[in-house]
């Protein structure tokens, strides 16, 4: 008999973020609720030799390959509903916790069969008195994804909120929902898969809720980083291809029809906005990959990106 939850760390070169990650988890988490499972995609820096021999009674899953957030954490979907557990909490590995969140999100879902899903409070990492992430809603007049970072006082602090959407940085997820709605869509690689699956639970019954009492701490983006800071800035060229492409294909499939003209005014300014500011410090690269990004938004046909 499995134990309730798979815990699902995505690592890619970052086996000190994921060794302290697990650290966490396993100083302030019930170890009775919970396997942890870790999937590596393809990591070049010794990774998973390091985390085996840290922590041997770790499930690792080795994907060969780079397969991007969606893909990379599907591996694990798979082997989590296969060998039987009910729940699947994926995390982001530049988290940390201080408190048992696995029990505390485990409790609400078991308490609540209308909800897919349920979310923490995100705290930033470097300043544990902000919220980097919170309940998560759909703009359809701008066709932005916003995410609620206001601090809950005490009368909302030990209430739950119905999100539209849940972060892919902490999500425990009732498996027999992801059966009917499917896993992240592979297509996606990284951002917007996790908003996608939200709305594709909520498409198939289910709701997504937020736990404002439940917290946990994300540094946030490191994967996303370059090593040395460069001409082209901090942050990996390749990222603003990704959410650009990523955000435009879940416009045209969720954005209301009527409110295309909007949204193409709102994104269509911003986007020009960010080319230029690209163009005019020189970072090229930057510039190139979010054409390409704005051109497979638009041109990619929807039977390409969901095959049903």
Known sequence: MPKAVALILLNWNTPIHTANCIAS????CDANLFDIIVA?????????S???NQFPDVIYIENG???GFAEGNNRALNYSIAEGYKYSLVM????LVDEDIVSKLLNHLNAHPEAAAVQPAIYWMHNKSR??????????LSGSIVFDTHIPDATHINNYEIAECATGCCMLIRNAALVQSGLFNKRFFLYYEDVDLSFRLRRAGFEIHYLPSCKMYHEAGVSAKVSAP??????SPVIHYYVSRNHIWFLRRYAPSLLYPFN???NGSYYTALLFYFLIRGRNKKAVFLLKGLKEGLCTPLNVIWPE
């Open 25 to 28: 988890v396993k100083q302030f």
């Open 50 to 52: 390091l985390l085996k």
């Open 40 to 48: 590596d995609n393809g990591s070049t820096d010794n990774s998973l």
């Open 230 to 235: 460069k001409k082209e800035g901090n942050l």
């Open 92 to 95: 982001n590995t530049d988290t």
């Open 264 to 266: 193409l005014l709102y």
């Open 65 to 67: 390959e780079n397969l």
């Open 131 to 140: 919220i980097w992430n919170g309940r998560g809603r759909f703009n359809k």
